[in-house]
């Protein structure tokens, strides 16, 4: 009778050691499985964080909408510069400054003057080369300043010397003290008729401050057929 009591004392006790150890085994894999858990909640964590910011999303989706994208202008005076380094840093691409091979004088009435003087004798400015392949741009924003109401003598020596392709868009933008760039834009279609052009921007002296400001609300409306 004894003996029984005893085996059953010690298989009493192998059943106790034994959910001892299984639940030390159901612990450690409780603990594994939030190791788990805790792992994979930072692989996610990880992946968020290459997320772009709103700024960046925005200006990749102007990117898509311009394709390979070309900043090309001239300025005299520094405003069609400003212009279109603002424009420039919205949409990205390339940005070339027309120069010409002749400098004009640098004050006002000396340089009024040598315009007028090449107007009466429609004579164009020579440009200095730039280097240029326009073939790869399917955006091109042309800047430049109106002078006595039509295209610059420098931004008109362009268009004649590079003749712009079927397909091709052409966003322009014109500075001034306070005339339309109507006449201007006009003279623009009318030295290269075959790319599609969006109504221009235009910013007088009085609107620089604001300039920001109306090169997003330009940007915003641009279409092409």
Known sequence: MSCLVGLAEVQNGVSIFMKKILFVILLLVAVELTGCGNQRGKISNGKSSEIPSTKAVKKMTSNNNFGRSLVVYYSLTSHTKQVAESIHH?????????QTEKSYPTTYSATTAEVKKEIRQNQLPQLKTADI???????????????????????QQLFRQHQFQSGIHIAPFF?????????????????????????????????????NRLVDQWLKGIKFD
Do not use: C
Not at 138 to 155: A, D, R
Not at 192 to 207: C, F, K, M, V
């Open 90 to 98: 919205r949409v990205g691409g390339d940005i070339v400054a027309i």
């Open 133 to 155: 392949d326009w073939h790869q741009y399917k955006t091109i924003f042309v800047g430049s300043p109106v002078w006595y109401g039509n295209l610059s003598l420098p931004m």
């Open 175 to 211: 500075t001034s003290g306070s005339s339309s760039p109507k006449e201007a834009f006009t003279t623009m279609k009318r030295l290269q008729a075959q790319p599609s052009y969006h109504q221009p921007l235009g910013i007088t002296n009085d609107e620089q401050s604001d300039r």
